[in-house]
């Protein structure tokens, strides 16, 4: 069985050997959401050339979604260059699997800026921008706790979760990437997302599982 949606944020003593001079990741263990029996359902964003996207674009193909913002100083370029490099290591099967980040940052995060930042990673991964109140929105939905933190010169930097949710092609959680986890690990997951049945090298994934290989190459039911 799937864990329940809160194990997508890690207990607080993990965070706080994770996060330590990170600035990135907060632990809200028990956050309350407004269905916390439920991970994910509508939302409505914009992509970077301004068209509207909601869940209704996430349907059909299977998902990674991650949330952070742009000035992320490690936790958010880590996950995305993890992400980039099993992308890539998968080839034309990477064009199975529909792979957004979504910024919790929208005073600083526009479209332009999150354009650039996204250059760096592989072409396939789309960004998606909102007013505050519709990331806030979309947060709740997908269970992602964040919030602003002021820094001593004035600036502030983001704490959010640091979970890669895997859904399958109809809107269903079926896993996880977890902080951390390595390129070899995210790949088998990412492939047994995008071709549940069919196995990773090395065996099948676990997509819940920190210690990726299982005996069988299908998502968990």
Same mark, same amino acid.
């Given at each position: 069985?799937?864990?329940?949606?809160?194990?997508?944020?890690?207990?607080?003593?993990?965070?706080?050997?994770?996060?330590?001079?990170?600035?990135?990741?907060?632990?809200?263990?028990?956050?309350?959401?407004?269905?916390?029996?439920?991970?994910?359902?509508?939302?409505?964003?914009?992509?970077?050339?301004?068209?509207?996207?909601?869940?209704?674009?996430?349907?059909?193909?299977?998902?990674?979604?991650?949330?952070?913002?742009?000035?992320?100083?490690?936790?958010?370029?880590?996950?995305?260059?993890?992400?980039?490099?099993?992308?890539?290591?998968? !080839?034309? &099967?990477? #064009? /199975?699997?529909?792979?957004?980040?979504? %910024? $919790?940052?929208?005073?600083?995060?526009?479209?332009?800026?999150?354009?650039?930042?996204?250059?760096?990673?592989?072409?396939?991964?789309?960004?998606?921008?909102?007013?505050?109140?519709?990331?806030?929105?979309?947060?709740?939905?997908?269970?992602?706790?964040?919030?602003?933190?002021?820094?001593?010169?004035?600036?502030?930097?983001?704490?959010?979760?640091?979970?890669?949710?895997?859904?399958?092609?109809?809107?269903?959680?079926?896993?996880?990437?977890?902080? !951390?986890? &390595?390129? #070899? /690990?995210?790949?088998?997951?990412?492939? %047994? $997302?995008?071709?549940?049945?069919?196995?990773?090298?090395?065996?099948?994934?676990?997509?819940?599982?920190?210690?990726?290989?299982?005996?069988?190459?299908?998502?968990?039911?």
């Amino acid at each position: 069985m799937a864990p329940s949606p809160l194990a997508l944020i890690a207990s607080a003593a993990l965070i706080g050997a994770v996060a330590a001079g990170t600035g990135a990741i907060v632990a809200q263990q028990g956050s309350q959401f407004s269905h916390p029996r439920k991970v994910g359902g509508p939302f409505a964003m914009a992509d970077l050339d301004g068209r509207p996207v909601s869940q209704a674009d996430l349907l059909g193909k299977p998902t990674a979604l991650f949330f952070g913002f742009t000035h992320c100083p490690e936790v958010c370029p880590t996950t995305l260059a993890t992400l980039s490099a099993a992308l890539n290591r998968m !080839g034309r &099967d990477a #064009d /199975r699997l529909n792979v957004v980040f979504v %910024t $919790l940052d929208p005073e600083r995060d526009t479209p332009d800026s999150l354009r650039d930042y996204l250059t760096t990673f592989d072409p396939r991964i789309r960004g998606f921008v909102g007013t505050p109140d519709q990331v806030a929105r979309m947060a709740d939905a997908y269970h992602v706790a964040y919030r602003r933190i002021p820094m001593k010169d004035g600036d502030y930097t983001m704490e959010h979760s640091a979970t890669v949710a895997l859904f399958d092609r109809n809107g269903r959680m079926v896993g996880e990437i977890g902080y !951390g986890e &390595d390129e #070899d /690990r995210a790949l088998s997951k990412l492939i %047994t $997302l995008a071709l549940p049945g069919q196995c990773a090298p090395g065996g099948g994934a676990d997509l819940w599982s920190a210690n990726g290989a299982t005996d069988t190459c299908g998502p968990r039911s």
